[in-house]
């Protein structure tokens, strides 16, 4: 049975996993702290937390709020920024067997060109992810995510400064994703990971104000699943690229679901606060479908549903 | 740590709407320090995306046991409450930084508010065995709300607080620090913000420390939730909390949960 798949086939690195089953930023750390708990090694990859050039504080309490089948957050990109990264992670993910992806994020397209330039060459790290859709953060993050003209500034800046491969992360919260998917691939990108988080709220009744110190904050959890599934599935039909699904995957089938509807590959997240196994289960629940199915190559599935 | 089904040995409601929960949990108790939590996963499917974070409330003799109290605020832990002996639950622990007793002392000063009084009782009994002396002031709203006499550990002395005044002295558990502040060599406290926020205006010679409430997310420092700014910096409350030294909190900062679920206690 094989379920590798490559994420980068046009890159002269290439980034080829042995699964498709990658823990994804904002929920994984930097993948040391999981280390304890289960068998990283088994993950396809791991995304690192969004980095940014200098180490930021993060938006104020409350950070999370929980809602049906949902999570809000608002963490701001609170982070230890890229030379603590360099220095006291990259080390650490040399030694392993999994890729580690690192997810970026800047206030300027200047800025994600100098942590693309920084990462260049950084034994340890075996792509970048490029975060133009964190809703949190007042400067850069979002707004980049939801004009077409920067969203393609910044991935060219990205794959100019560095030549790893080059996933860029899509934010939801526009009118057309396949507009913005289509320029970012002309400038560049090896992949797209969709979706990030849509913009959502909560109210505290009692206090009559809005839950989350940062007022509004990203919604992720099985609550986004459909949104995510849809978004996959309208872009892997217009470009040419590996996609990498992302919203609401706890288990395999959610994980089949993506794959159907196109994704390359899969990223679980917020299953992953309450199951920390919830990767490998994934994983798991993959190798039974397909004994099962009787499928030998997981890439018979890719976009079976379409 | 370790992330393991644990079948409930018993389950009841001690306080109104307050419950006493064993679990056969080895693996975890075991390894655990008092003032460390267990993130309890509640609910079916994915319903509840967040575990709750619950301070162990003691371990069996043997080791073999681990006992939760904790308050029903919500639906997770009603949800807890309504899991009958036999059934089983998913704990993921011990995590975080528990109680440190320092080496020379032998008056220990424990102030509970309210369900405050969870991680306390297995600090107590901690204590109790290291030879130390232990005070106990338990404050609650009500005499009905009073952690009951009869699952105190054997040799603590209790001072009992409420605001009504149906049991005990009327007042707050923080009342009773001037009176016992020179007997103690520390303090250890865990209750609600205000009752910190007192503390922590008041003029203490002793070292105290505290265990702080937070909205959390993995209970691990990977997802960020759960950082507040301390004078040593950004801290998680999950991983290099949840017990910090009071005077290091900056309390004029620290908010409180908007919601009494998905937070320590």
């Known amino acids: 049975m094989d379920l590798s798949v490559q994420l980068a086939p046009n890159n002269k690195h290439g980034l080829l996993l042995s699964n498709p089953v990658i823990a994804a930023s904002g929920t994984f750390g930097y993948g040391t702290e ?113 004009s077409a003209e920067a969203a393609a500034a910044v991935t060219a800046a990205v794959k100019r400064g560095n030549s790893l491969p080059i996933i860029v992360k899509l934010s939801p919260n526009v009118t057309d994703i396949v507009a913005i998917a289509r320029v970012v691939v002309n400038a560049g990108a090896d992949a797209l990971s969709l979706i990030n988080t849509p913009k959502g709220m909560a109210i505290d009744i009692t206090k009559r104000r809005p839950i989350l110190g940062g007022i509004s904050g990203g919604l992720s959890g099985p609550a986004i699943k459909p949104i995510a599934i849809y978004m996959v599935y309208q872009v892997a039909q217009e470009v040419a690229v590996p996609i990498i699904g992302c919203g609401g995957i706890a288990s395999a089938d959610d994980a089949l679901e993506f794959i159907m509807a196109g994704a390359s590959a899969v990223q679980v997240g917020t299953a992953i606060l309450g199951n920390p196994r919830a990767p490998l289960d994934v994983l798991e629940g993959l190798e039974c479908f397909m004994e099962r199915e009787g499928i030998g190559q997981l890439s018979q599935l890719i976009g079976a549903a379409t | 740590m370790k992330q393991i089904r644990a079948q409930i040995i018993s389950s009841s409601e001690v306080i109104p709407g307050v419950y006493l929960l064993w679990a056969q949990a080895a693996e975890i108790a075991a390894l655990s320090q008092p003032g460390q939590f267990v993130m309890v996963r509640c609910g079916e499917g994915y319903d509840l995306m967040l575990r709750r974070p619950l301070s162990i409330h003691g371990i069996s003799q043997d080791g073999s046991k681990l006992a939760l109290l904790f308050a029903v605020v919500g639906w997770g832990t009603r949800w807890l409450s309504q899991r009958r002996q036999g059934e089983s639950i998913d704990l993921f622990g011990p995590l975080g930084r528990g109680f440190v007793i320092d080496p020379g002392s032998r008056n220990l000063l424990l102030l509970a508010g309210g369900i405050g009084i969870a991680p306390l009782i297995y600090l107590a009994e901690r204590a109790l065995a290291a030879g130390c002396s232990v005070r106990l002031a338990l404050g609650a709203e009500t005499a009905s709300q009073i952690y009951p006499r009869y699952l105190l550990p054997e040799g603590v002395e209790p001072v009992i607080v409420t605001a009504d005044g149906s049991v005990g002295e009327r007042g707050l558990v923080t009342d009773l620090l001037p009176r016992f ?64 030294e009071l005077r290091d909190v900056i309390w004029e900062e620290i908010k409180e949960p908007a919601s009494r679920e998905a937070v320590i206690l």
């Open chain 2, 181 to 244: 502040i020179d007997w103690a060599d520390q303090i250890f406290a865990c209750g609600p913000i205000p009752m910190y926020r007192t503390m922590a205006a008041t003029e203490l010679a002793r070292p105290v420390q505290v265990l702080l409430e937070q909205v959390m997310g993995c209970g691990l420092g990977t997802c960020f939730g759960c950082r507040i700014e301390t004078r040593q910096g950004m801290k998680f409350v999950c991983k290099d909390g949840p017990v910090f």
């Open chain 1, 34 to 146: 999981h280390a304890q708990v289960i068998d990283i090694q088994r993950l396809g990859a791991i995304i690192c937390k969004g980095t940014t050039l200098n180490p930021r504080a993060g938006n104020p309490q409350p950070r999370l709020a929980e809602t049906a089948c949902g999570l809000l957050n608002s963490i701001g990109l609170d982070n230890i920024g890229v030379k603590a990264l360099i220095e006291d992670k990259a080390p650490i993910w040399c030694q392993w067997h999994v890729p580690v992806l690192v997810n970026i994020a800047g206030e300027s397209i200047e800025e994600y060109a100098v942590l693309a330039q920084m990462l260049e060459g950084v034994a340890g790290i075996s792509g970048i992810e490029v975060n133009i859709s964190c809703p949190n953060v007042t400067a850069g993050g979002m707004e980049f995510g939801v």
